[in-house]
């Protein structure tokens, strides 16, 4: 595995440190998006908040603003607290304890392993998608993956394979040969390096994962109000806590929308109707006026950025 890691691993900016914040801050950011969209996110936000300190000062809005086109901000929100954790009751030192690490904001078992395997070189497993797909067709693990049964076989199995030797190049190593050559739909059997030792009858099947629930539709409305180059926006709660979106209707005057457009959100698949609203036509809310100038700067979820863009015709950022 390691001479396999060492010819053919793939160079990643957060395999080129071994600071424990630059590596929460990847896995953070790795927990939901792939590796290509990250990495621009990842270089851009280690300039902006270069440590547990800097990160733990910032203004919730820069946070997620940095994070902004990422999705799923409860991450950013989780960092955000960890780093604040950490600046205040650590002194702004990374624990090096699976038991202290876990206590943490957004931190689980696999996050706070890969901290500990990837700064701390330390002997402990971890299984995300990749590992888990690899593991479960090494071991012939026939269990949903997403059970309790079939990830417990997938953790007891990686762990017993983790070295003492290297163990954080051999995590990364398992990975790897995870995210290239045991990929889910055509493994690349031919050049896997431990082929002689895979117990898969067939690892086309492999995961098995249970069935989804269908996704549920959705349907929300937003009004687009413009006055002398400033835009009326709303503060959103919940789903996008602290971000700025479209201010919401409940009955459009006219019947035909300026802009749809439909985006996936968890279990739902939403879609999004933009109208032209006039000023007494919606209830006031948390909502502000913005200069068009000033968005640029200022969080606005992805599914409305968007919106905003063809509205105004302009071109992405
Ligand atoms: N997915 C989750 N963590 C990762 C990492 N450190 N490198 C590549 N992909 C990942």
């Avoid at 038991?99 to 706070?112: D, F, K, N, S």
């Amino acid at each position: 595995m390691l001479r396999w890691y060492r010819e053919n691993g793939r160079e990643l900016p957060w395999r080129q440190t071994r600071d424990p914040y630059a590596i929460l801050v990847s896995e953070f950011m790795l927990q939901q998006t792939q590796v290509a969209t990250v990495i621009p996110y990842y270089r851009e936000w280690l300039r902006r908040f270069p440590d547990f300190r800097a990160l733990a000062a910032a203004p919730e809005m820069d946070v997620l603003h940095a994070w902004q086109g990422l999705g799923y901000y409860s991450r950013a929100r989780n960092l955000h607290a960890t780093a604040r954790i950490i600046a205040a009751d650590f002194n702004g030192i990374c624990p090096q304890t699976v038991t202290e690490l876990i206590g943490l904001p957004g931190i689980g078992r696999y996050t706070a392993n890969a901290i500990l395997t990837f700064a701390f070189d330390r002997p402990v497993a971890i299984v995300e998608a990749n590992i888990g797909r690899l593991v479960a067709r090494l071991f012939n693990i026939s269990a949903p993956l997403d059970s309790t049964e079939g990830r417990n076989a997938v953790w007891s199995h990686t762990s017993a394979l983790v070295p003492t030797r290297a163990p954080g190049a051999f995590n990364s190593a398992l990975m790897d040969l995870g995210a290239t050559v045991c990929i889910a739909r055509l493994p690349k059997c031919g050049v896997c390096p431990v082929k002689k030792s895979c117990r898969a009858s067939n690892p086309l099947t492999l995961p098995v994962k249970r069935p989804r629930p269908k996704r549920k539709r959705l349907g929300e409305r937003h009004a687009f109000i413009l006055e002398s180059e400033r835009i009326l926006l709303q503060q959103c709660d919940r789903r996008w806590r602290g971000m700025w979106m479209l201010p919401t209707i409940s009955s459009p005057e006219s019947k035909t929308p300026l802009h749809v457009s439909k985006f996936p959100f968890t279990h739902h698949e939403v879609t999004l109707r933009v109208f032209a609203t006039r000023l007494g036509q919606i209830e006031t809310r948390a909502q502000r006026w913005f200069p068009l100038r000033q968005l640029n700067s200022i969080p606005i979820p992805a599914p409305h950025r968007r919106a905003i863009d063809a509205l105004l015709l302009r071109p992405k950022n």
